[in-house]
């Protein structure tokens, strides 16, 4: 049976249904799984983040002085740009899995998920606050 409401207990489906609790061990075992996604997600977000700056400065560096840096700042850029799609692709699917985690309605998978969030950014990306980050699309999924 699925849930339209915010519920609280202990047997709960998630993502799969092979992926079912139906003991208190496996529904902690499963809240600590959703916790640390959640912060892996942060994380990922500020390896991104960080790609993201080292393309923009290869690049900016790259058109500053063309004539100086032949073909090694343009492979870097390319590569910093290609590193940060694929942490994007990666950052993106984790965090559809989340949504679809805490679509399960269940309020410890909710609880887990906004903790593991939380935590994660205040260890990696608290830092990042007094750093600018320009963002192209204001959309909090991209």
């Not at 409401?5 to 709960?12: D, E, I, P």
């Not at 496996?26 to 799984?33: K, R, T």
């Not at 887990?112 to 750093?131: C, M, Q, S």
Request: proline share 2%.
């Amino acid at each position: 049976m699925m849930h339209m409401t915010l519920y609280w207990s202990r047997y709960v489906t998630l993502l799969f249904d092979s992926w079912r609790t139906d003991s208190w061990p496996s529904y902690l075992l499963s809240l600590v799984a959703c916790f640390l996604v959640s912060a892996f997600y942060q994380y990922m977000e500020d390896r991104r983040l960080r790609f993201r700056s080292l393309a923009s400065s290869s690049s900016a560096a790259a058109a500053a002085s063309p004539l100086l840096l032949k073909g090694g700042a343009s492979r870097l850029a390319r590569s910093a740009r290609l590193g940060a799609a694929l942490l994007f692709g990666a950052n993106s699917a984790i965090g559809y899995l989340l949504m679809l985690a805490i679509m399960s309605f269940n309020g410890g998978v909710f609880l887990a998920i906004i903790a593991g969030l939380t935590v994660g950014y205040y260890v990696f990306r608290f830092e990042d606050e007094g750093v600018a980050v320009v963002v192209d699309n204001p959309c909090a999924c991209a």
